[in-house]
């Protein structure tokens, strides 16, 4: 719908594995094109450390 009045463009893309818990991403990108630009964003999941990064650079903790 947003794109009979404005051109936007936006790609997602999941990289994991599947495990006995279920989906285990280990990457999330999501790129953005428009009029301003094109941006893109990556999320880093540290399964080791048991954290998420964000592009912001802030992190969070992720669920056992």
Known sequence: MVSI?????????SIGSFTKQGLRPESYAETRSDSKGTRTLNTRFD??????????????????
Do not use: M, N, V
């Open 47 to 64: 399964w080791d450390a048991g954290k998420i990064h964000f592009p912001d650079g802030r992190e969070s903790t992720l669920p056992e």
């Open 5 to 13: 009045f404005k051109d936007y463009k936006l790609s997602q893309t």
